[in-house]
């Protein structure tokens, strides 16, 4: 299903997506505010099914963005954890707070002044002149945006966070969005913290990190919903499988179609961990170790 909306009464929205639910969360935030006119377009986001737990994270995340004037927030964390979904969860939670919420994702590996130009495009809307650089826009107007898959211009081999050689601008830029004044806010989404981002936190106050970890005794709400049985065994479950939202859903998949649900048949094998799809997902992050971490991580698992 494709929604577009172009022009609402009071919310001008933008949406073109196939998560109805979410789209109609943020239609209600944005109808119930008076004066606030956002401009959404969340087009290229994914349609995630967020359900569970990240009160604190969003609290937080909303203490930074709303309370302290965080100009550059960054969420990192390991791929299928939940980053995506806590902040789509997030956005329908502040959309009356910006004139504009944009999701870009770099999974496509787009150059800097492609994405400069796709966002001044969106920012200008309402304008009658275009202004000459993003930082005036985000000047002028509260803006939020989102740039998801950060990863992809990182260097595979090597040490967390390198940016590829072509792609250091982009390094340049997020300073920029730190370093100076205004009312906007960017959140970087990746696998891998920046390298930059360390020293840039340690010197600007409006600069902040969220290290995105499990779901803790939250996660149990999935294998309620599935009906997982040996409930007394869900802990343990959570434990091995650190809470990850993505593995959990996988395994929980596999216990109902291996294990007719039960836990307790998964969890018998001590020495055992069943990865199943899980394998490929941690494929992923190996591949991109550098050698050294490879050799630590190989003599880890010994
Ligand atoms: N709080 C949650 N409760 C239940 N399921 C969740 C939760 N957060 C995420 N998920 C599910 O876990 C899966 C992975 O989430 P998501 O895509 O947000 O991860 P991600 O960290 O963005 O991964 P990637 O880095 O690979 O893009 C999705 O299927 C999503 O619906
Ligand atoms: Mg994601």
């Known amino acids: 299903m494709i929604i577009s909306k172009p022009n609402i009464n009071k919310s001008r929205i933008n949406i073109c997506r196939e998560n109805s639910q ?11 505010s008076q004066n606030q006119t956002p401009i959404i377009d969340l087009t290229k986001a994914p349609e995630l099914n967020y359900k569970y737990g990240r009160t604190s994270e969003i609290a937080t995340l909303k203490q930074w963005i709303l309370e302290n004037h965080t100009r550059l927030i960054t969420i990192y964390g390991l791929s299928g954890i939940g980053k995506t979904a806590l902040t789509l969860k997030l956005i329908s939670e502040i959309t009356t707070q910006f004139d ?19 966002l ?17 826009y985000f000047k002028s107007s509260r803006c939020l945006v989102i740039m998801d898959d950060l990863e992809n211009i990182f260097q595979f081999g090597n040490f967390a966070g390198q940016y590829l050689t072509e792609y250091k601008d982009y390094s340049k830029f997020f300073q920029q ?4 004044y205004h009312q906007s806010c960017v959140i970087l989404i990746s696998w891998e913290k920046p390298a930059d981002i360390e020293t840039l936190q340690s010197e600007n106050q409006h600069t902040k990190t969220l290290h995105l970890q499990g779901l803790g005794e939250d996660a149990k709400a999935i294998f309620q919903e599935k009906d997982l049985k040996d409930d007394e065994k869900w802990e343990e479950l959570i434990t091995l499988y650190q809470g990850h ?11 109902k179609e291996l294990f007719n649900g039960q836990v ?3 969890l018998i094998d001590e020495d055992e961990v069943f990865l199943g799809d899980i394998e490929a997902l941690l494929e992923n992050h190996l591949e991109r170790l550098s050698e050294l971490e490879y050799h630590v991580i190989n003599w880890l698992a010994r």
């Open 120 to 136: 001044k495009q969106f920012l200008c809307q309402s304008l009658s002149k275009p202004l000459p650089e993003i930082l005036d």
């Open 22 to 32: 979410s789209l109609e969360d943020i239609q209600n935030q944005s109808s119930s």
């Open 264 to 266: 307790y048949q998964c």
């Open 177 to 180: 969005i730190a370093n100076s």
């Open 245 to 255: 939202p993505g593995w959990l859903n996988i395994i929980t998949l596999a216990i």
């Open 100 to 118: 504009y919420i944009i999701y870009r994702s770099l999974d496509n590996l787009p150059k800097l002044i492609t994405v400069k130009n796709e």
